[in-house]
Structure formats: structure tokens, C-alpha cells
């Protein structure tokens, strides 16, 4: 029998509506390659590619309010703290939305300066102008939606997460076909999709979190006094732990932006093919994230309410159910891949140069699956320094293995991408045992 009410069954059914949720994630970002990959050149993809690298570099740095705000609250939840879980979400969502507008205000020095750091090849750098333009708009929506959906997948209400982000990547990708493939908007096209798409989820936003706290929702936030909501000790943990994690997110960013400045440097060829096979890369990464977080969940829960079992039971069936699905998808990278990128781009060239590092690609889900997972082990512990270490001690190995592989090329710039998932597991995993001792 399940130990605390913790079964497989019971782990699956948290977990599929954030698979689901997190399938549509990457599926936006492929309806935007096939729509400008077969209704536009290689240079409009690879602007594109180039300016959603630049933009995640620039809003996944406050992923932490996502990643931190789920580990808080799933301890509140677990200690069965109401208020603090009211708290939270109020504390996360002033604090996404001002950050959010300041992006907005800098953005005319970001994206100019973005695009001199990635060294934008000829005729790319318009595109993903363009696109980044209209992208920022957004960032208000973006970023306090990151904090409404991390509060309720903390509180493991993931089917309330699945409808909001169904809803937000319907309206994308409707917007898309009707930007960019009725009306021909281009790269900007993209961006203005996505930015209004935004706002309408954090519109669903707003109303999944008056269903989670019920009819009397004004008044229970009402309820949260200004001692309660300033409290210097949750203030001080929300801002440490979000230090932490931003720094670790700023690590991992830099090596996927250093992954496609390589590529950018050997041409637009090899730079479209990358983020081509990319999109297989992510929609792996973003699905077997719906474990991860489930596991962010349960562990946070589980140290809430001080059950070792729980605790260890999680880790285990999360991890089961994470190495089966990597499994699952490297064979259908390797199965289907050619497919895949026949209906993304038209481009012979790209196709090409795709179809010779899909091997590559396809090793990524069983190299990357146990990196996934145990960030999802130490967010939900709220381990902000073991995250933060491990990510800056990967990135420093993986610049140097970039450079000792360079000679081989594009090649080369896989090897040193898979090299960087093998050192964060190894890093994380160091620090499991102190974890684990801590649990008693």
C-alpha cells in the first residue's frame, strides 16, 4: 500500500494535467516555427530562434518566481497554514507584476543590446527585432502569470493550471495562424500573438485563484493584514530563496545562450536546424517537467508536515515514472524526428543539417531526465543554494567543454550541451544525502 496517500495512481493524476499543460507550452513555440518555416526563409526562422533565445535569457531569469513560489507554498499547504497561502500569492503576484512593468520600461535598451551580444548574422537581426518588440510588451502578464501558476501547482491543483494554459496557447497559436499566416505579419506577427495570449492568461489567472479560495475569496485575501503580507521572515525566505533560483536560472540560460550564439557563429544553417530540433528538445524537457513538478509538490507537502515516508516515497515513484518517459521519448526523437522536421521547415539545407545531429537530439531526454528531477526534488525542499551551486558549478563545466569540442563543430556544440545536463545531475545529486539526513 501507498504510504501518506502517496500511490502511483495518485502521483499520475497529479501529474497528467501538467504534462498536458506543459505539452502546450513548446507546441506554441513549434506552431511558430512551421508557420514561419514553411511560409517564410531560413533568416525569418532563424530571427525568430535568435529573439526567443534573447527573450527567455531575459524573462526565465525571474523563473523564480514560478519555481520559488510553488516550493513556499506547497510547505504552507503541507503545515496547513490558510493565511500564508493567501499571503503568498499576494506577495508573488506584487512583486511579478512590478518587475514585469520595469522589463517593459528597459526594453527599448534590451533588445538592441541583446542582439549585439548574440552577434546577429546579416539579415537576422531584423526579425528578431521585430519579434522581441511586441514579446516585451508582455512582460507584465508573463511574469505574474509565472506566480499564479506556481502558487497552484504548489497547492496541487494542476487541472485548474492545465485549463488556464490551454486556454492561454489556444489563443496563441490561433493568433499566430492569423498573423502571421492570413495576414503575413512576419516575426512580428509571433510576437504580438504570444503578448496578447499572455494577458489573457493572467486574466484565467485571476479567476482560477477565486476558485481555489472559494466563494468568500475577497474576504479571505482582505483578511491578510499588512503585518501579515510585510512579515520580514516570509519576505526575507521569499526574497533569499528567489535570489538563489535566479541565479541558478541565470546559469542554465547562459548555457542555452551560449548553445545558440555556437550555432549563430557557424551560420544561419546551422543555427535554424538547431532551434528546429530544439522544439523536440523542449516539448521532452517540458513534458517530464510534469513529474518533476509534481515531485516539487509532494516533497514540499511532505516537509511541510514532516513525513520522512512521504518524502521518500515521492522521490522514488516521480523518479520512476520520469526515467520511463525518457526512455519513451529519445526512441520517438529517433523514430519520428526526420518527420518532425520535414513538417517544420521546407529549407533542404536546414533539413540537412537537422536530420545529421538528431542523434544528438534524441540523447537528450535520458541525459537530461535525472537534472530535471532532482531540481524538482530541491525546489520543492526550497533548497535555493543547492540549485544555485549546482547550475553555476555546470555552467562553468560546460563553457570549458565547449571549447575543448569546438573543433568538431556542430557536433561539438551537442556534445557540450549533453555534457552540461550529465554535470547539474551529478552536482544535485552530491547533495542528496545531506537532504535525506535533514529529513529525520
Same mark, same amino acid.
Given at each position: 500500500?501507498?504510504?501518506?496517500?502517496?500511490?502511483?495512481?495518485?502521483?499520475?493524476?497529479?501529474?497528467?494535467?501538467?504534462?498536458?499543460?506543459?505539452?502546450?507550452?513548446?507546441?506554441?513555440?513549434?506552431?511558430?516555427?512551421?508557420?514561419?518555416?514553411?511560409?517564410?526563409?531560413?533568416?525569418?526562422?532563424?530571427?525568430?530562434? +535568435?529573439?526567443?533565445?534573447?527573450?527567455?535569457?531575459?524573462?526565465?531569469?525571474?523563473? @523564480? +518566481?514560478?519555481?520559488?513560489?510553488?516550493?513556499?507554498?506547497?510547505?504552507?499547504?503541507?503545515? /496547513?497554514?490558510?493565511?500564508?497561502?493567501?499571503?503568498?500569492?499576494?506577495?508573488? +503576484?506584487?512583486?511579478?507584476?512590478?518587475?514585469?512593468?520595469?522589463?517593459?520600461?528597459?526594453?527599448?535598451?534590451?533588445?538592441?543590446? /541583446?542582439?549585439?551580444?548574440?552577434? &546577429?548574422?546579416?539579415?537576422?537581426?531584423?526579425?528578431?527585432?521585430? @519579434? !522581441?518588440?511586441?514579446?516585451?510588451?508582455?512582460?507584465?502578464?508573463? !511574469?505574474? =502569470?509565472?506566480?499564479?501558476?506556481?502558487?497552484?501547482?504548489?497547492?496541487?491543483?494542476?487541472?485548474?493550471?492545465?485549463?488556464?494554459?490551454?486556454?492561454?496557447? /489556444?489563443?496563441?497559436?490561433?493568433?499566430?495562424?492569423? =498573423?502571421?499566416?492570413?495576414?503575413?505579419?512576419?516575426?512580428?506577427?509571433?510576437?504580438?500573438?504570444?503578448?496578447?495570449?499572455?494577458?489573457?492568461?493572467?486574466?484565467?489567472?485571476?479567476?482560477?485563484?477565486?476558485?481555489?479560495? /472559494?466563494?468568500?475569496?475577497?474576504?479571505?485575501?482582505?483578511?491578510?493584514?499588512?503585518?501579515?503580507?510585510?512579515?520580514?521572515?516570509?519576505?526575507?525566505?521569499?526574497?533569499?530563496?528567489?535570489?538563489?533560483?535566479?541565479?541558478?536560472?541565470?546559469?542554465?540560460?547562459?548555457? @542555452?545562450?551560449? @548553445?545558440?550564439?555556437?550555432?549563430?557563429?557557424?551560420?544561419?544553417?546551422?543555427?535554424?536546424?538547431?532551434?528546429?530540433?530544439?522544439?523536440?528538445?523542449?516539448?521532452?524537457?517540458?513534458?517530464?517537467?510534469?513529474?518533476?513538478?509534481? &515531485?516539487?509538490?509532494?516533497?514540499?507537502?511532505?516537509?511541510?508536515?514532516?513525513?520522512?515516508?512521504?518524502?521518500?516515497?515521492?522521490?522514488?515513484?516521480?523518479?520512476?515514472?520520469?526515467?520511463?518517459?525518457?526512455?519513451?521519448?529519445?526512441?520517438?526523437?529517433?523514430?519520428?524526428?526526420?518527420?518532425?522536421?520535414?513538417?517544420?521547415?521546407?529549407?533542404?539545407?536546414?533539413?540537412?543539417?537537422?536530420?545529421?545531429?538528431?542523434?544528438?537530439?534524441?540523447?537528450?531526454?535520458?541525459?537530461?531526465? &535525472?537534472?530535471?528531477?532532482?531540481?524538482?526534488?530541491?525546489?520543492?525542499?526550497?533548497?535555493?543554494?543547492?540549485?544555485?551551486?549546482?547550475?553555476?558549478?555546470?555552467?562553468?563545466?560546460? !563553457?570549458?567543454?565547449?571549447?575543448?569540442?569546438?573543433?568538431?563543430?556542430?557536433?561539438?556544440?551537442?556534445?557540450?550541451?549533453?555534457?552540461?545536463?550529465?554535470?547539474?545531475? !551529478?552536482?544535485?545529486?552530491?547533495?542528496?544525502?545531506?537532504?535525506l539526513r535533514a529529513s529525520r
Amino acid at each position: 500500500m501507498a504510504e501518506a496517500g502517496i500511490s502511483r495512481r495518485a502521483i499520475f493524476a497529479q501529474a497528467w494535467p501538467i504534462i498536458l499543460g506543459q505539452a502546450l507550452v513548446p507546441l506554441v513555440s513549434v506552431v511558430d516555427v512551421a508557420v514561419i518555416g514553411r511560409l517564410s526563409d531560413g533568416r525569418n526562422l532563424a530571427g525568430v530562434a +535568435l529573439g526567443t533565445t534573447i527573450l527567455n535569457l531575459v524573462f526565465w531569469s525571474f523563473g @523564480f +518566481l514560478r519555481m520559488g513560489v510553488t516550493g513556499i507554498t506547497a510547505q504552507a499547504h503541507g503545515a /496547513g497554514d490558510e493565511p500564508e497561502i493567501c499571503a503568498t500569492i499576494l506577495r508573488s +503576484l506584487a512583486l511579478g507584476l512590478g518587475l514585469g512593468v520595469g522589463l517593459l520600461v528597459l526594453s527599448p535598451g534590451i533588445v538592441p543590446l /541583446g542582439l549585439r551580444l548574440m552577434a &546577429a548574422p546579416d539579415g537576422v537581426g531584423d526579425a528578431a527585432h521585430d @519579434f !522581441l518588440t511586441m514579446r516585451f510588451i508582455g512582460a507584465p502578464a508573463a !511574469l505574474s =502569470f509565472y506566480a499564479i501558476n506556481g502558487w497552484l501547482l504548489g497547492l496541487g491543483r494542476t487541472r485548474l493550471a492545465l485549463g488556464v494554459q490551454t486556454v492561454m496557447n /489556444g489563443i496563441n497559436i490561433g493568433l499566430d495562424l492569423l =498573423f502571421v499566416g492570413a495576414l503575413g505579419m512576419g516575426a512580428r506577427g509571433v510576437g504580438l500573438g504570444t503578448t496578447l495570449a499572455e494577458y489573457s492568461a493572467l486574466l484565467g489567472g485571476m479567476v482560477a485563484i477565486a476558485l481555489v479560495l /472559494g466563494p468568500e475569496w475577497r474576504d479571505q485575501l482582505r483578511s491578510i493584514g499588512r503585518a501579515r503580507l510585510l512579515d520580514r521572515a516570509a519576505a526575507a525566505r521569499l526574497i533569499v530563496v528567489n535570489a538563489d533560483i535566479m541565479v541558478r536560472t541565470l546559469a542554465l540560460l547562459a548555457i @542555452f545562450t551560449w @548553445f545558440t550564439r555556437s550555432a549563430a557563429a557557424l551560420g544561419p544553417v546551422p543555427l535554424a536546424a538547431n532551434h528546429v530540433l530544439m522544439q523536440m528538445v523542449s516539448i521532452s524537457a517540458f513534458v517530464l517537467d510534469g513529474f518533476a513538478f509534481t &515531485a516539487e509538490a509532494r516533497v514540499g507537502a511532505a516537509i511541510g508536515a514532516r513525513s520522512r515516508s512521504s518524502l521518500l516515497r515521492a522521490i522514488r515513484l516521480t523518479g520512476e515514472f520520469s526515467l520511463g518517459g525518457a526512455l519513451l521519448f529519445s526512441l520517438a526523437i529517433l523514430v519520428l524526428g526526420d518527420a518532425a522536421i520535414a513538417f517544420l521547415t521546407h529549407d533542404a539545407a536546414i533539413r540537412a543539417q537537422a536530420h545529421a545531429m538528431l542523434p544528438y537530439c534524441a540523447a537528450v531526454p535520458l541525459v537530461g531526465v &535525472a537534472s530535471w528531477l532532482l531540481d524538482g526534488i530541491f525546489i520543492g525542499a526550497v533548497a535555493g543554494a543547492v540549485l544555485r551551486n549546482a547550475a553555476v558549478v555546470a555552467l562553468g563545466l560546460y !563553457l570549458l567543454t565547449d571549447f575543448a569540442v569546438k573543433p568538431l563543430g556542430a557536433a561539438g556544440i551537442w556534445l557540450a550541451l549533453l555534457a552540461s545536463y550529465a554535470y547539474r545531475a !551529478l552536482a544535485l545529486g552530491w547533495a542528496m544525502p545531506a537532504l535525506l539526513r535533514a529529513s529525520r
